[in-house]
């Protein structure tokens, strides 16, 4: 039930992977009532039928309506959970002072030729890159009324080496291999159900610098820089159903040691909410951010080699989406900036 002191929401793709984590957190806002989901095969199909896990809350009994861009306008906030290319045309006849978070790649790229090389057809354009923790980021994000949420492994990798390239720390030419549950490819790819194939094997794929989220790491990390970075990224598609552990693996700057790279980490993240700088000796593990908007974000140096070894694990669908898109909805309408988003997980 929406009432006058709740701002309004429509999740379209609600019936996705990342619409359905985003709901269940909306489920739980204090200040924002989803009043519509849309999604495309599963029009007209109740929600808790969709999403068995919201079956229980009210939300469970919405119908889930046809995607079109007359049903999301009348929201103040409007959440796109759709597959790449599908957001454009939708924002584009959305009201300009109505708060949209995409958490697809339409708007992430700011480099048109990047996108049309990683994607193919003709990039949109590009919004504000919803990433708050990364340096100067944060300011674009709050009232902002159009963000681009970043991808989840670009989410991971970024958290953990972009304050280390600003602080000079490492060399701009990065090596990423970073492995991620099946829930990544999405719903529609039923990686989920091939268990026989998925299940008990650990595979790469998009290997040799094809995979799209290479031109978003390289955005961010230059950024982070200052300077062009190079990456070198190999995913790994995993047994599980959730989670990212990302590895980063770079040249340390003359002199560099350990404990430098710590004392960068416990500086950048010493008053971010999610953001955990795990203690000396610990590794991130992909299970203890399950459920919640936390990454946990480790780095040693490899003395013998003279590199740096940073290690981060987040929910592919809460840091690396869902919650991402949350933090960012809140950050834009002004709301505090952890509402409605867990900071623990679930165990064991
Ligand atoms: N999964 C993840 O870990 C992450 C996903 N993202 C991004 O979030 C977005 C959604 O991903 P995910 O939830 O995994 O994908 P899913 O395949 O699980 O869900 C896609 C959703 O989009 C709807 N849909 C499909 N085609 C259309 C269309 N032509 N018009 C309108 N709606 C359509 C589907 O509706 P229906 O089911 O009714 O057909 C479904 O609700 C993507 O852009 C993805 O890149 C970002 C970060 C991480
Ligand atoms: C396991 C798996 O397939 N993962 C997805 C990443 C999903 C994601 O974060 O990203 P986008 O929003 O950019 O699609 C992939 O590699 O394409």
Redesign the pocket.
């Known amino acids: 039930m929406v009432t006058a002191m709740t701002l309004k929401a429509a999740v ?8 359905g984590e985003l709901l269940r957190l909306l489920a739980a806002h204090p200040e924002i009532e989803v009043a519509t989901v ?6 007209g199909e109740l929600l808790g039928a969709s999403q068995p896990h919201l079956a229980a809350s009210p939300l469970g009994a919405l119908e ?1 309506a046809s ?1 079109t861009p007359e049903l999301l306008a009348g929201h103040e906030v409007v959440f796109l ?4 290319g ?1 957001s454009a045309a939708i924002a584009e006849a959305l009201p300009v002072d109505t708060v949209v978070v995409d ?3 339409d708007f992430r790229l700011e480099d048109a030729a990047r996108w049309e090389h990683f994607y193919g057809g003709t990039h949109a354009g590009s919004w504000p890159y919803g990433l708050p923790e990364l340096p100067g980021q944060r300011p674009l994000l709050e009232g902002a009324r159009r963000i681009a ?1 970043p ?2 492994y670009p989410t991971s990798v970024a958290l953990g080496t972009a304050p280390l390239l600003a602080a000079g720390l490492l060399e701009p030419d990065v090596v990423v291999v970073a492995a991620s549950g099946t ?7 039923r990686t989920s159900l091939l268990g026989s194939e998925v299940m008990g094997a650990v595979s790469a794929y998009g290997v040799g610098g094809v995979h799209r989220h290479t031109a978003e790491m390289e955005q961010s990390l230059s950024g982070a820089a200052g300077v062009p970075v190079a990456v070198s990224f190999t995913p790994l598609l995993a047994p599980m159903p959730r989670g990212i552990l990302a590895t980063s693996n770079a040249r340390l700057r003359e002199g560099v040691t350990g404990a430098d790279l710590r004392a960068a980490l416990l500086d950048a993240y010493a008053a971010e909410p999610f953001v955990v700088v795990l203690p000396e000796g610990a590794q991130p593990t992909t299970a203890a951010t399950l459920g919640s908007n936390a990454a946990h974000v480790q780095a040693v140096a490899d003395p013998r080699t003279g590199r740096a070894v940073v290690t981060v694990a987040v929910d ?2 809460g840091k ?2 869902a919650g991402q898109a949350l933090q960012n909805a809140n950050l834009a309408l002004g709301l505090p900036e952890t509402a409605g988003l867990p900071l623990v997980g679930v165990a064991p």
Do not use: D, E, K, V
């Open positions: 379209a793709g609600g019936s996705g992977y990342a619409g849309t999604g495309a095969s599963s029009a889930i995607t959970a759709l597959p790449h599908q958490l697809g790649a949420s991808g989840c829930s990544g490819a999405g719903r529609a790819a592919n669908l690396g989406a």
